[in-house]
């Protein structure tokens, strides 16, 4: 299976980071191909809500790092998603990368594929991450993904904190039961 991580963290050493390291060690030994978009490093426009995609057979007006990251998630079987919490929700990062994937949602629709979401956030209050899984649940709905599973890091402040914990390996066991 072929396999997309896509991460929103600006931070290429953060708590998010490390969860996207276990997770793709885990899918690799299982045989997996593994290709990692670190959109939270990449420049990426957000969507402008032109529609020019609509009538351009899904061609997006900006010349961007998504032009080289949009044929590797149309050719693959699943797309990972991995941010920190970033007050309540994704990173704007991801929130850039996912809404310019309007572009081509027809073609995402009409392959199926699976999906995962990968979180931390600094807070441990209950509801810290309702926010993003409620968006997670909603977006794999509306493009029809099958959910195979959640990593939800809370309290996880910065990378030392969150490597000392069960989290890593929970991503590496989710990486390695596909």
Known sequence: MKIIVVTGSPH????????????????????????????????ISPCLGCYHCVSHD???????????????????????????????GMTAQLKIFLDRLFARRVDIEQHPMKSALL?????????????????????GRYLQLEDKGMVLATGMHTRKDIAGTEFPAM???????L
């Not at 299982?30 to 978009?37: N, Y």
């Not at 956030?121 to 977006?139: K, R, T």
């Open 58 to 88: 899904g061609v997006c007006v900006h010349d961007d790092a998504m032009g080289t990251v949009i044929p590797e998630v149309l050719s693959s079987d699943m797309i990972v998603l991995v941010t920190p919490i970033y007050y309540f």
């Open 119 to 139: 979180a931390a956030c600094g807070g441990s209050a209950p509801g810290s991450m309702d926010g993003l899984v409620a968006h997670y649940q909603c977006l």
């Open 12 to 43: 290429k050493k953060g708590t998010t980071a490390l969860l996207a390291d276990e997770f793709i060690a885990g899918a690799e030994t299982k045989g997996h191909t593994v290709v990692r978009f670190d959109a939270g490093q990449e420049a």
């Open 171 to 177: 991503a590496n066991q989710l990486g390695k039961s």
